[in-house]
């Protein structure tokens, strides 16, 4: 029998489960701020739950759950939540259309092998702990967690293989750890998180960077980074100027021409790598446009 306490604000002070059964009418308490269901041997929520309209805490970790409701993502109040040290084996594909206001999320120790494209759309979330579970990769607009600051996707081990182009998009990252997983490189957009104080790469068979670079910590792989981000610049810009100039006439095509546009540019976007590698927020106009694509 389960048997809840509450204050007069109608918030839980206390919860004790014998059956591992929430009862649907926990859906009518519609005031509800704070719900704390730990350690409880839970093997499911009830969909009423979604009514908790006001709820912005929710604790269901170290329970039995295989999966939560589709109906938690109209708990639109959500600050918090704490599904960790569960059975997970996927998250709802529209959780995070839905709970724009949740600041940190813990699904650590699960068996996630995947995360829904819809979490990047979480444009509050400041947590993400998804350590030790079975992710295979991360979704390819990751990059637009603009206020995301840390990180922690260690201890995916074999599954955990790559990262996605936008890793480094528009990310505030502070602490990122990516310990115990098979990474062989990080992408070259990595070099754009210069706010980055602290970074765990052990046990990854990491080729780019290097190893002697790792080893001399955050600050070295920073500039590291940052010197391969502008090349990536770099590269892109000549491609799109030798595209543009094969529709301009042969005069402005010519090489002398070419090096002109160049040279300009080059001296306009250089700023931006020692605005990277000093921790500034130097950008060339070429480095705002792509901004765009994250």
Not at 64 to 74: C, E, M, V, W
Not at 138 to 144: E, T, V, Y
Not at 165 to 182: I, K, P
């Amino acid at each position: 029998m389960v048997k809840v306490s509450l204050d007069h604000s109608m918030r839980i002070r206390h919860f004790s489960a014998t059956d591992q059964v929430i009862p649907d009418a926990i859906g009518g308490l519609e005031h509800l701020e704070e719900l704390r269901l730990a350690s409880n041997a839970l093997v499911s929520l009830p969909d009423t739950v979604g009514f908790l309209s006001n709820l912005k805490i929710l604790n269901v970790s170290t329970n039995k759950l295989r999966t939560l409701p589709d109906s938690i993502s109209k708990c639109r109040s959500l600050v918090e939540l704490d599904a960790s040290y569960n059975g997970l084996t996927y998250l709802p594909t529209n959780i995070g259309y839905e709970l724009i206001n949740l600041r940190k999320l813990w699904v650590h120790m699960n068996k996630l092998r995947s995360l829904p494209s819809s979490i990047c759309e979480m444009q509050s979330l400041y947590v993400l702990d998804a350590h030790f579970n079975e992710l295979c990769g991360l979704p390819s607009a990751i990059g637009k967690l603009s206020s995301l600051e840390i990180l922690d996707l260690s201890s995916n081990f074999s599954d955990m293989k790559e990262l996605p182009f936008s890793f480094g998009g528009r990310l505030n990252r502070r602490e990122v750890d990516l310990s115990n997983n098979q990474i062989h490189a990080l992408p070259d957009s990595f070099g754009r998180l210069d706010k980055l104080e602290k970074l765990n790469l052990e046990q990854n068979p990491l080729s780019m960077p290097p190893a002697e670079v790792v080893k001399e910590g955050v600050d070295a792989v920073k500039e590291y980074m940052s010197k391969r981000w502008l090349d990536a610049l770099l590269e892109e810009e000549q491609r799109s100027m030798a595209a543009a100039a094969a529709a301009e006439s042969p005069q402005a095509s010519t090489p002398k021409a070419w090096l002109a546009r160049s040279v300009s540019w080059v001296s306009d976007v250089g700023g931006s790598l020692v605005g990277y590698v000093s921790g500034g927020q130097t950008k060339s106009e070429k480095d705002s446009i792509l901004d765009q694509q994250f």
